[in-house]
């Protein structure tokens, strides 16, 4: 088939207003108020100003009313408890008013924030779908992340209420959710009226008398009763949900998403990027936690009438690295989106893809890959293994679609190994240096997005248009900064190389490097610290913590490098996947003071370096490349 991309780009290039409003017409709307862009608006414009809807509604019960009652909607695969269960679109919403109903009772409404903090289980889409309904606005937290955490999203966000369940479930232990609850609510100086909780008999919660609720048993009651919650009307540019993501400090940025622009872009990718019909099944490997899940296993499978999996386990593991076929085998998924990480998890156990084999993938059509950079030995043996288009795309939790990636529902486009390949329609990429100027073909700068964002895309952070427009538009007036750094070639093809910033990617979790150093600052030996990513052949990158110890500290250092190490887990979670502390004498630094982080992840990487003009003292690298070799780490460049 030949590709409609470039018509299609060129399209929406010559007038982007009647693109989106074409678009647009693939959703229910309430009320549709005339101007498709208000350029004046918000931040940069916003779309579909005056238009209304529910999101919840085009998820669900449009669905039921025109003929998918009876369809699966969200399938639960849980290798991990061994449990199964499939509802289908009359079930879920059923399910999802009986938790809008419970809600609703607990004074929920318009515009409340809800933090949602669960696992991998069917409950954490409905409570997505219930808020949804309610025109509440969800917060989800990614289960890793530890009590101080979600302590932070609880001050910004101001949730009336948490939506958790009693626990999660990782190989070989039990993490019980509600502690930690309960020692961020302590530590928050906000304090959430209600804490609904779902029971898994895994590990039951401790309910604190009139603030906490049993949800699964009011749930229960709802059900019996046939209760049923009307959508509430919202307006299109009403947020649907804050998603925080990592900054360059401790203070994550609370990424807001609206209700009508997001329903236009994610429905549009479905077809035209994904190829996805309606009532497929369509399989997000991700967690709900992330971007990923948010759009791909909750919103975008749903508005397109497709049928959902919520997956509980790991890659590997869980049993073992055949569960990915299992699942698209026993399901018939016709199309996979994760990490590269799991991909390079599930080869390192079966090299030779002999568990393949052991499944019929026959309807299995197309990886696709994001999170991270998709290394081309991985993509090059899933494409050997499986026998079907790997396509990588690249996107950001900030634009909550693809801005770059090879469209197979329009047509697919040949590919050049380690390029997402092109932008989507609505992005305008363009690489530029750091004055602002736009770089010739296959010169590498920075990676910018002309504004207005399309639809889908964050009008702003929460409670924070200032740092907004700080973080992503005053650098560079008029586009909107991506903060990574790559290269179009002559064909328009985009190569990612690297954050400009100080995030970094640790098995497809964007984690701060900046929001670890504020964590081993606080250590009381500690006199100065740096953190930086080195490279790790599984999960791309892994922190690499690096400590000065105060003068007249004579502790053992492993004993002190062991508290870092705990210290991180307590504060972030085990998700920063912080394991290598090691103490020096001195940082290496420039003459005016700054560290020199770059040269010293060169160090740990063993890649070749040039010693920096205005380093301060040369001998510093030697001791870092020595300490790091203690640690069975880099050596010298
Ligand atoms: N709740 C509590 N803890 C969690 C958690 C959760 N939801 N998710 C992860 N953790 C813990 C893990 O148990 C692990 O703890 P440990 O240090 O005690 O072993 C730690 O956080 C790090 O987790 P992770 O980086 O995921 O590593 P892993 O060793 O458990 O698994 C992979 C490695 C490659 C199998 C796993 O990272 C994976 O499946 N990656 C796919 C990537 C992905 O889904 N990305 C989402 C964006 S698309
Ligand atoms: P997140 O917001 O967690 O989705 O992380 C976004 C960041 O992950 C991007 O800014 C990139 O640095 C990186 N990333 C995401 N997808 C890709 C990809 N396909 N190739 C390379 N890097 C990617």
Known sequence: MTSKYAETYQSWKTDQEGFWERAASEIDWLSKGGTVFAPDQGQYGRWFPDWECNTCYNCLDRHVERGRRGQPALIYDSPITGQQASYTYEELLDRVQAMAGVMQDQGIGKGDRVIIYMPMIPEAAMAMLACARLGAIHSVVFGGFAAHELATRIDDATPKAIIAASCGIEPGRVVAYKPLIDAAIDQAGHKPETCLVIQREQQLAELKPGRDHDLGALMDEELAEGRTVPCVPVKATDPLYVLYTSGTTGQPKGVVRDNGGHM??????????????????????????????????????????????????????????????????????????????????????????????????????????????????????????????????????????????????????????????????????????????????????????????????????????????????????????????????????????????????????????????????????????????????????????????????????????????????????????????????????????????????????????????????????????????????????
């Open 264 to 637: 236009v872009a994610l429905k549009w990718s479905m077809s035209n990027l994904y190829g996805i019909d309606p009532g497929e099944v369509f399989w997000a490997a991700s967690d709900v936690g992330w971007v990923v899940g948010h759009s791909y296993i909750v919103y975008a499978p749903l508005l397109h009438g497709c049928t959902t999996i919520v997956f509980e386990g790991k890659p590997v593991g869980t049993p073992d690295a055949g569960v990915f076929w299992r699942v698209i085998s026993e399901h018939s998924v016709v199309s996979l989106f994760t990490a590269p990480t799991a991909f390079r998890a599930i080869r390192k156990e079966d090299p030779e893809g002999k568990l393949i084999s052991e499944y019929d993938l026959s309807q299995f059509r197309s990886l696709f890959l994001a999170g991270e950079r998709a290394d081309p030995e991985t993509v090059n043996w899933a494409a050997e293994q499986l026998q079907v288009p790997i396509v990588d795309h690249w996107w950001q939790t900030e634009t909550g679609w693809c801005m770059v990636g090879n469209p197979l529902g329009l047509g697919r486009l040949p590919v050049k190994p380690g390029s997402p390949t092109v932008p989507m329609p609505g992005y305008d990429v363009q690489i530029l240096d750091d004055a602002g100027h736009p770089l010739a073909a296959d010169t590498l700068g920075n990676i910018v997005v002309k504004l207005p964002l399309p639809p889908g895309c964050l009008p702003t952070l929460w409670n924070a248009d200032q740092r907004f427009h700080d973080a992503y538009l005053a650098e560079f007036p008029g586009y909107y900064k991506t903060s990574d750094a790559g290269i179009i070639d002559a064909d328009g093809y985009l190569s990612i190389m690297s954050r400009t910033d100080d995030i970094i990617n640790v098995a497809g979790h964007r984690l701060s490097t900046g929001a670890m150093e504020e964590v081993l600052a606080t250590h009381p030996d500690v006199a100065e610290c740096a953190v930086i990513g080195i490279a790790d052949k599984l999960k791309g990158q892994l922190p690499c913590g690096f400590a000065v110890l105060k003068a007249g500290v004579n502790r053992p250092h492993e004993e002190i490098e062991a508290e870092l190490i705990k210290l991180v887990r307590d504060q972030i979670g085990p998700v920063a996947a912080f394991k290598i502390a090691v103490t020096v004498d001195r940082l290496p630094k420039t003459r005016s003071g700054k560290i020199l982080r770059g040269t010293m992840r060169q160090i740990a990487d063993k890649e070749e370096y040039k010693m920096p003009a205005t380093i301060d003292d040369p001998a510093i690298l030697d001791e870092i490349s020595e300490a790091l070799a203690a640690h069975g780490i880099g050596g010298a460049g």
